[in-house]
């Protein structure tokens, strides 16, 4: 079931585009607090938002350029505005499609269906593509994308980084100080729990693809992938 985050500041749109979305067997989240609209995005993980542009405190062009700094999900925007350069804006800020309002929800699920396609299909792979693979556990980093047993989950950039390099470290042992020179340049400060939390991230995608118990804590050393599913897709 693919995941559709809705950003749209009017209730009743809100309402009404996750009544219809829910019909079609989507799961749907609206943002209501759009303060913590990236908080949001990272609990949740959608496959694709919808984001309006007229939105409280920045408008969607902003928030669509923070999620293209964490994913490559499809973006599609909502707006009233109807001129050529409010198009041309969400194009260029990372945006996928535009859709201006009044819309007919049938065309709202089309252009959905097309864009989930395209990213998450089986035709998604472009050729040449990168995929780092153990035991049938498959991680496209180019569209952020962990696949196993038929099932897929987004994840963030720093969750596609970390689990390449489990990946591709795998039997051995991932060392935390490695972890956090791969992931966060020498300039950056990072929090002895940032780490720590990134992995139970990562954790949490891999239960979504029914592998648990696959991310080992070394004490005191870092992680290690242990394979604790089959390559037939039982976990």
């Known amino acids: 079931m693919h995941k559709i985050m809705i950003v749209e500041d009017d209730p009743k749109i809100a309402g009404h585009l996750q ?25 949740q993980a959608p496959d694709l938002v919808l984001l309006d542009v007229n939105l409280p405190s920045y408008d969607g062009y902003y928030w669509c350029r923070q999620i293209r700094k964490e994913s490559i999900c499809p ?27 009044p819309f007919h929800i049938e065309v709202i699920m089309a252009k959905i269906r097309s864009q989930i396609r395209r990213a998450y299909g089986e ?29 897929t989950a987004a994840l ?54 029914g592998i648990h118990d696959a991310v080992e804590t070394v004490r005191g050393v870092g992680y290690r992938l242990s394979v604790s599913w089959s390559e037939e897709g039982e976990a």
């Open 75 to 101: 973006v599609i925007f909502l707006s009233a505005r109807i001129g050529e350069m409010d198009q041309v804006m969400a194009l260029e800020n990372g945006g996928d499609d535009y859709m201006t309002k």
């Open 123 to 151: 035709y998604a792979a472009q050729v040449g593509e990168r995929v780092v693979e153990t035991a049938g556990l498959r991680l496209y980093p180019e569209r952020l994308l962990l696949s196993f047993g038929g099932k």
């Open 19 to 43: 009544a219809h979305i829910e019909k079609y067997g989507y799961q749907v989240t609206a943002v209501t607090d759009f303060d913590r609209l990236m908080e949001h995005f990272r609990e």
């Open 156 to 209: 963030s950039r720093k969750e596609a980084d970390i689990m390449e390099f489990l990946l591709k470290r795998y039997p051995r042992v991932a060392g935390r100080e490695d972890l956090l020179e791969k992931l966060w340049d020498e300039h950056t400060y990072v929090d002895e729990n940032t780490l720590n939390v990134n992995m139970t991230r990562v954790r949490k995608k891999l239960q979504e693809l």
